[in-house]
């Protein structure tokens, strides 16, 4: 199971949000760079990077950023938030993003995710899906949707998009422990899919866990910044 540190960027700044919420935000770093920087010097191969601004905008943000990690580190990146346009896939593509994560327009605009596929090829995207108990949130998660995650992964492999991560808001940034069920739940109805658990991971433990439920992935953040996971320790994990 890959080990994916997490970048959340607002204003340029390394931050993390609690459950989603704006108004409960940390920054940890206002350079990004040596924060990704020291995820490889761990040993990590991969980095998941989310414009937080953007998603919210509604439109790309924080470009520079990804363009600045992606030049100076080796990190294979998926960069979300805020894409919505063909221009900003190919923008971020041409930043240096190895996979374009999209939520909320695989959610709320399918013909035009379908029309990036066959453009764009589905290895070239990540399937981000957020949750509120069963149900979708997008939009940076202000905004909860009738559709179920199930039904709505089922759709998009059946298209080709192999890789998801499924992030649990409820979970999220608390340091909770992550949501085992959903998670196991998922994996037995797609076998073959790349599934990234994300959201609620605080220990090693936890780490554990996922990949006894044969997640191929699991994203870490807040654990790794309130030291409860160290670097050291997922240099370990990549031996």
């Given at each position: ?8 960027i607002?204003?340029?700044?390394c ?23 020291r ?6 191969q ?12 509604g ?12 030049a100076?580190t080796?990190?294979?990146i ?32 399918k013909?035009k ?26 939009s ?22 192999q890789?998801?991560?499924?992030t ?12 085992l ?58 031996k």
């Amino acid at each position: 199971m890959q080990i994916i540190p997490a970048i959340d960027i607002i204003a340029g700044n390394c931050v993390r949000l609690s459950q989603g919420d704006y108004q409960r935000q940390t920054t940890y770093s206002t350079d990004p760079l040596t924060v990704a920087r020291r995820f490889e010097d761990a040993g990590m191969q991969r980095l998941h990077l989310v414009d937080l601004e953007g998603a919210k905008a509604g439109e790309v943000v924080n470009l520079a950023v990804l363009e600045k990690i992606a030049a100076h580190t080796a990190l294979q990146i998926d960069f979300g938030g805020g894409i919505h346009t063909d221009e900003a896939v190919e923008a971020v593509i041409s930043a240096g993003a190895t996979w374009v994560t999209v939520g909320s327009v695989a959610v709320k605009a399918k013909e035009k995710f379908s029309q990036w596929i066959t453009r764009f090829g589905a290895e070239r995207f990540m399937l981000g899906a957020d949750v509120k108990g069963i149900h979708l949130a997008v939009s940076g998660w202000t905004e909860t949707t009738d559709q179920e995650i199930v039904p709505f992964l089922e759709h998009w492999t059946s298209a080709g998009i192999q890789q998801v991560f499924c992030t649990d808001i409820s979970k999220d940034g608390l340091l909770s422990g992550p949501s085992l069920a959903l998670y196991q739940e998922i994996i037995e109805r797609h076998p073959g899919l790349f599934f990234i658990a994300s959201g609620g991971v605080s220990s090693i433990e936890d780490l554990s866990a996922l990949q006894e439920l044969r997640c191929s992935g699991a994203i870490v953040g807040k654990a790794i910044y309130e030291n409860k996971i160290t670097l050291e320790q997922l240099a370990n994990w990549n031996k």
